[in-house]
Structure formats: structure tokens, C-alpha cells
């Protein structure tokens, strides 16, 4: 079956909202419903896309422009999740490469940007083997790993 993005509307929201978590990973993001509240308030910077295997809603991933933070060129996927029964399957795999296809397109975007808890060895593993590379800790602490993109100057430090 194949993995598609599509918008989160009416016709799915309920769904993407009651996507269950494995209860090991329930502290590790915020609430589907809670994304797709913040992304209403910030429609010109949030993307939000629910994953989808064929015609079911599988999952869910949200990415921002950093424009409010006077970095336009520059994206940070920061909501990712896949329901626990369609995990270890490679949709996620499948459904990142999509977003980093979709980022990519956007004129001028320089630099990829994604956060874990540095405690999740998994999310380390899984994003290094994308190509993400650990430039250090955030002031909360999380792990902040960047794609740098074609003709990218260097990032600056944390």
C-alpha cells in the first residue's frame, strides 16, 4: 500500500485525533488534538498533514516555517507520531521522506530542523539513519538534529 500526506479537515480529524500512542511514548509528544489546535493559530508558518497507508489515517507530522523567528528559509518538524499497531513497518520512514520532499520544494528553505528527548535512543537512531545530524541541546534540553539543504551556510550555535 502506499503512504500519502493529505491536509487535516473536517473528514479526518476525528480520526487522527484518537490515533493511539504505545503508553511508552504517550510522554514524548503533544496530543494530535492539541497540534492541530496550535497549527489553527499559526496558519501561515504550521503545516499539519495526516499520514495515510492507502485511504486509512495512520499518523500524523507537523512542520513550521521559522519565519516568526526571523528565519524564514529555515523548517522544524516538531509533531510526528504513527499509531502504535502500524509501527516498525517503515511508514514513518516512508511518511518523513515525504515531508523532507515537501519542505525541500519550498523556495529558498535551507536548513531541516527536528527536536527529540535525548533519553529516546530510538528517535536518535531513526533520525540519524534519515540524515538528521545532532548539533546539540535546546534551552530545554531536547536534542536538536538539522538536514542542511543545497547551498546552506552553517548553522548557528545552540
Not at 491536509?7 to 488534538?33: C, R
Not at 497507508?53 to 499518523?59: A, M, V
Not at 522544524?76 to 513497518?89: A, H, P, Y
Request: glycine share 8%; proline share 6%.
Amino acid at each position: 500500500m502506499t503512504i500519502t500526506l493529505q491536509a487535516v479537515a473536517e473528514h479526518n480529524f476525528d480520526a487522527i485525533i484518537k490515533l493511539p500512542l504505545l503508553p511508552e511514548q504517550q510522554g514524548y509528544l503533544a496530543s494530535n488534538a492539541y497540534s492541530i489546535a496550535e497549527a489553527s493559530f499559526f496558519r501561515e508558518t504550521h503545516f499539519p498533514r495526516a499520514i495515510y497507508l492507502g485511504d486509512k489515517p495512520i499518523g500524523f507530522i507537523m512542520y513550521a516555517s521559522l519565519l516568526d523567528d526571523g528565519q524564514p528559509d529555515e523548517y522544524s518538524i516538531f509533531r510526528f507520531m504513527v499509531e502504535s499497531g502500524e509501527q516498525g513497518k517503515g511508514y514513518g520512514r516512508r511518511a518523513i521522506a515525504l515531508v523532507l520532499d515537501e519542505i525541500r520544494s519550498r523556495p529558498g528553505a535551507t536548513v531541516i530542523y527536528i527536536c527529540y528527548l535525548p533519553k529516546n535512543p530510538v528517535a536518535k537512531a531513526f533520525y540519524g539513519s534519515l540524515g538528521f545530524v545532532e548539533t546539540g541541546l535546546d534551552e530545554d534540553g531536547d536534542m536538536i538534529a538539522e538536514i542542511r539543504l543545497d547551498g546552506a551556510c552553517a548553522a548557528p550555535s545552540l
